[in-house]
């Protein structure tokens, strides 16, 4: 054998070998990523942040878009996001960037204190 077909698991000759495309990850057996979440509770949002989506528009789960961007969104990665109108494109980008103003406690509240930079939701500094 060649020492591109020992490489390769013995596949032809060294064209051969290097024109084998690698399995798609799509159809890998091994473990991919988890699965998007399937409420907005599950992307672990700010209480605040919760509390206005579920009470005041009235919105139970994400839509597709949205729990498809809001990880990388978050952790402030580019994302090109591409939907129907009337998905929550819009949503699907401003809330992860609502939520590290949140986080990072530098949203001012109802009566100018801060808001957020707690994990439990308190306003910061206190």
Do not use: M
């Not at 528009?57 to 990665?77: E, K, M």
């Not at 994302?79 to 929550?88: D, E, M, P, Q, S």
């Amino acid at each position: 054998a060649t020492p591109a077909a020992a490489r390769f698991g013995g596949i032809g000759d060294t064209a051969t070998a290097r024109r084998t495309p690698a399995p798609h990850p799509r159809f890998s057996t091994e473990a991919g990523p988890p699965p998007p979440p399937s409420s907005f509770a599950d992307l672990g949002l700010h209480p605040s942040s919760l509390h206005a989506l579920e009470h005041k528009f009235r919105l139970s789960s994400p839509t597709d878009i949205q729990r498809l961007t809001f990880g990388a969104a978050a952790s402030g990665r580019d994302v090109l996001g591409r939907a129907r109108t009337g998905t929550g494109k819009t949503l699907a980008f401003l809330l992860p960037a609502v939520e590290n103003a949140l986080r990072s406690g530098r949203v001012p509240g109802p009566h100018g204190h801060a808001v957020g930079g707690e994990e439990d939701g308190r306003p910061a500094g206190r």
